[in-house]
């Protein structure tokens, strides 16, 4: 079956992303926001057979194996770091990656005024105008953290070979604008990449047609 909201207006109460919906754009507006992107990403994190594979795991919408229980819910996983050391990494659950996007959206989308309580259309002609490329940007680049990096392959070369971790050295030198990536600790972050690297490195018979997309940094101009 398809895929149901797994957000609701309740999954953006804190600041930054907190939603205070009025009559003109409210929870409407974002249950149809999340209807239309939430596919996208599930299927740019997952891959479109993983994709395919959730949505049959679903009864009422609700995940019945335990990789996907734990992928929608969160799980504690051991993660190893660059001295080879394990380290309890908790996941939280693919709803803390999807909202931060899903307010990218919302925020864009509603052309709304922000607050700094959270996003409100203007009731008068006195409500503060906020740089509303601030609120987009900062939401997106928090998503992108909870999204993660495929620390294996950081890039393709100039002759079409992906190059890893142990070209590193390499890439800064060449590439100067991916130079602050700390693959030491890109290894231990509570990421969705993370989860399902480890998570199929434990159980190579779960996620076996994962295909991940890496996503980019937005600045301001939301480019």
């Not at 992303?17 to 409407?28: T, V």
């Not at 994709?51 to 019945?64: M, N, R």
């Not at 989860?195 to 996503?215: E, G, M, P």
């Amino acid at each position: 079956m398809a895929v149901s909201n797994l957000l609701d207006i309740t999954d953006f109460t804190v600041y930054p992303i907190r939603i205070i919906a009025d009559e003109d754009f409210g929870s409407d507006n974002l249950d149809d926001i999340i209807t239309t992107y939430q596919p996208v990403y599930l299927r740019n994190l997952l891959g479109e057979s993983e994709y395919s594979k959730f949505e049959g795991d679903l009864i009422a919408g609700v995940p019945q194996s335990q990789h996907w229980i734990d992928f929608v819910d969160g799980v504690d996983y051991n993660a190893t770091n660059d001295k080879g050391n394990t380290i309890v990494v908790r996941w939280l659950g693919v709803k803390e990656v999807l909202k931060y996007f899903m307010y990218f959206h919302y925020v864009r989308e509603g052309t709304s005024y922000l607050t700094q309580t959270g996003v409100v259309k203007p009731s008068n002609e006195n409500s503060s105008n906020y740089n509303i490329a601030t609120f987009t940007t900062n939401a997106w680049n928090l998503g992108l953290s909870a999204w993660g990096r495929d620390w294996n392959y950081l890039f393709i070369d100039a002759y079409g070979y992906k190059q890893g971790i142990n070209d590193l050295k390499y890439y800064s030198r060449n590439f100067k604008e991916e130079t602050t990536i700390d693959i030491t600790n890109e290894r231990v972050k509570n990421t969705a990449y993370n989860f399902l690297y480890y998570y199929t490195q434990r159980n190579s018979a779960v996620f076996t047609d994962w295909d991940f997309y890496s996503r980019k940094a937005l600045n301001i101009n939301n480019i």
